[in-house]
């Protein structure tokens, strides 16, 4: 599985430049000008995995396929989104088919690029956006709750339980948090994201600074850092413009380029990290001669699942999985040295994955 990360934020906050840079596309229009972006716009990116092109090379393998990560850039949201103002319907319906929500911060003053409210807040940024969903959030669950009044007077066991998480996730809202701030249960976790409320999304905010801070961030970002983990959220810190020029240089020139800026590496990386690590996401490897590929699967997924990720028939014909942790795959130069050094496992139905597992699954077809 990949996810779908949607890229949110007020008009003019570097959220499509970002996106055009993390994309190589200018599918995005980026201008000076609020709702620039009218429809959202999705780009597929590759998630970038040294370990799997040394798995490549160790095996000898013809074809890399990495996982790969889809963005949605959403147009901007203002204030009264949620009562359609600005193109506010369109935009909190886009919202509901992501899995996370990426709130790009404008954390950079620039006289040239105005800002919708007048000023540089990103605090003020996020709780404006944060309000509209909780809005839209509560006024969707009063509708909901009218609509189960028949299923609940007939003792719909579905409807009663439905209620029950529209109510809890009603109370939090009422209490001014957001509906991710309900603890849910394990056993209820399934029907709760049936609901797909905005605000139970996880937030990653995304601190867009300017070129010679991105090494370092500055007091705006730090605020959103303090922001970030008061609430459990996740928080990066990117300069939109630098992530746009490397965009457009090859490897050996944007490593130069990030290295000239004080950087390790691009802001794509940390930003696929801090979403992987939002999510609970980890990544396994199948490889071979003809191909060696990175799948992406929960943390806490089971063998049989994981294999479900490359066909149902895997899943449903399951016998075992056999297993090299990456670091032996490594330090036995392929599958056979791992084989001859007793680190290859034979792993069943209950083995749950672990991340940079080398899987071979055998099954009933």
Not at 45 to 54: G, I, M, S, T
Not at 139 to 162: F, H, N, P
Request: aromatic share 6%.
């Amino acid at each position: 599985m990949g996810f779908r990360m949607g890229i949110v934020g007020l008009p003019n906050v570097g959220k499509s430049t970002l996106f055009n840079a993390l994309t190589r596309t200018a599918a995005a229009q980026a201008a000076n000008f609020p709702f620039c972006t009218i429809e959202p716009n999705v780009g597929e990116v590759a998630v970038p995995d040294p370990r799997l092109d040394r798995l490549a090379g160790i095996a000898g393998s013809k074809q890399i396929i990495p996982t790969r990560i889809t963005f949605v850039d959403i147009a901007g949201l203002v204030k009264g989104a949620s009562k359609g103002e600005g193109l506010g319907n369109q935009f909190l319906a886009n919202i509901r088919e992501v899995d996370a929500i990426a709130h790009v911060l404008r954390c950079f003053e620039d006289g040239d690029v105005t800002h919708v409210e007048g000023r540089v807040d990103p605090i003020a940024d996020a709780e404006v956006i944060e309000t509209e969903l909780m809005i839209a959030d509560m006024e969707s669950i009063e509708r909901r709750l009218t609509g189960l009044t028949r299923k609940l007077k007939g003792g719909d066991k579905e409807a009663v339980a439905q209620e029950r998480l529209l109510k809890l996730a009603l109370a939090a809202l009422e209490d001014g948090k957001p509906a991710r701030s309900v603890e849910i249960t394990d056993e209820d976790r399934k029907a709760w994201n049936m609901l797909q409320l905005l605000t139970s999304k996880p937030v990653l905010y995304v601190c867009n600074v300017a070129e010679d801070e991105a090494a370092t961030g500055n007091d705006w970002s730090a605020r959103v850092a303090e922001m970030a983990a008061s609430q459990g959220a996740g928080h990066v810190v990117i300069s939109a413009r630098i992530e746009e020029e490397i965009s457009q240089l090859d490897a050996d020139e944007a490593q130069m380029f990030l290295s000239e800026m004080g950087l390790d590496e691009a802001g794509l990386d940390r930003l696929i990290r801090a979403g992987y690590d939002l999510l609970g996401l980890q990544t396994y490897f199948t490889v071979g001669p003809k191909e060696a590929r990175a799948w992406t699967i929960r943390k806490g997924t089971l063998a049989p699942q994981a294999a479900g990720e490359i066909h149902g028939d895997f899943e449903k014909g399951f016998i075992r999985a056999e297993t090299i942790a990456y670091d032996d795959y490594i330090a036995g130069n392929g599958e056979v040295g791992a084989r001859e050094a007793g680190k290859l496992r034979v792993e069943g139905k209950t083995y749950e994955v672990k991340d940079g597992d080398v899987l071979h699954f055998l099954f009933n077809a």
